[in-house]
């Protein structure tokens, strides 16, 4: 039998209670088809014994950091009391002591302001990643050398992945188990946990802006009819005439409430819809790239290659035998 993947969750002074708990509730529902569980936690501090937390409460940790050296995963939530990593990007010495236990080849992930920790130990130079909105400039100029994407709601550069704020510790951890076992076991632990099983778009639609003028349209309906319609070709103008609206509002408005354009927002509908079906169904590639919308297998690929950097075969191979037990087309 399989030994469970082992996921260390560093609990620093100051954390925040609600993204504690999020690696907790994601992977520790996550199993397959036998009902075994794939993942096993454990929480782990600098130093075991009581940490506080932003709340009115203090959680109790029994593990130490010695606990990380066992880890094949390794998270760390935010923090509101991270002290030097925060003003000089800089770790104190216990908790550089902590992270020294963490074995070369170990998978990082933060959530929200939990990717200071790991851009004050070096783990993010030269790399892609995220961090809450509100503390992306700041993030910037402390960590020059760290490539931050304040659009996006999380980011996965193989073997270290970062999240935005808060719930979208939630999105990145699904994805995680999407990543690690397939769409229908991330599914079943979305249902159970009654959060989406994927978001659209980027923080963008979460920044404080005006409110709309009342009555304003949204561009909800015509998101719908392109989910119903992902099959046929689509054009911008079919958009915009479900909401009765000009191209040009319409553009505007979708990438307000969305984060991304029109086209960018269709092209990830039809890569999920290819992504379901490789795993779930036996239909072949081309059968597949006209239900998803691409109309051709080279489309396909050229498309699930730029995603997620796989061809719709490999794809295939690796999930859909993974999650259903049928042997890959």
């Known amino acids: 039998m399989p030994t469970p993947h082992r996921v260390a969750v560093l609990a620093l002074p100051g954390l ?21 569980l794939l993942y096993e936690i454990v929480t ?12 009115d409460f203090s959680v109790y940790v029994e593990h130490g950091p010695e606990a990380l050296a066992t880890a094949d995963t390794v998270v760390v939530p935010a923090s509101y009391e991270l002290g030097p990593v925060y003003d000089e990007g800089r770790l104190t010495e216990e908790l550089a002591a902590a992270l020294a236990h963490i074995r070369p080849g170990t998978r990082l ?50 073997d270290v992945l970062t999240s935005a704020g808060v719930a979208a510790g939630i999105d990145l951890c699904l994805h995680i188990v999407r990543r690690d ?23 963008a639609q979460y920044i404080e802006r005006p409110l709309p003028e009342s009555g304003t349209h949204t561009t909800t309906a015509a998101r719908a009819w392109a989910l119903a319609h992902l099959h046929e070709p689509i054009q911008l103008r079919d958009l915009a005439e479900k909401e009765a609206m000009s191209v040009r509002t319409f553009t505007r408005r979708f990438r307000d409430e969305v984060g991304v354009s029109p086209g960018q927002w269709l092209t990830q509908q039809r890569v999920e819809r290819a992504r379901h079906l490789l795993e779930s169904t036996g239909l072949p590639v081309d059968r597949v ?23 719709p075969t490999s794809y295939r191979r690796t999930f859909r035998s993974a999650t259903t037990g049928a042997s890959a087309s």
């Open 16 to 36: 925040l209670p609600f993204e504690l708990g999020i690696p907790h509730r994601i992977f520790g529902r996550a199993r397959d088809a036998e009902g075994r």
């Open 44 to 55: 782990c501090a600098p130093v075991a014994g009581p940490v506080p937390t932003d709340a």
């Open 109 to 158: 992930v933060s959530i929200c302001t939990g990717g200071y920790v790991l851009a004050a130990a070096g783990f993010l130079d030269g790399r892609p990643a995220t961090t809450h909105w509100s503390s992306a400039e700041h993030f910037q100029r402390l960590f020059p050398r760290v490539r931050v994407d304040a659009d996006v709601l999380f980011v996965d550069d193989g």
């Open 181 to 203: 076992h397939g769409t229908a076991v991330a599914n079943d632990v979305a249902r159970r946990t009654v959060v989406p099983p994927h978001r659209d778009g980027g923080q």
């Open 289 to 311: 790239a006209r239900d998803a919308g691409f109309g051709t297998a080279q489309s396909l690929r050229a498309h699930l290659m730029s995603a997620i950097g796989v061809t």
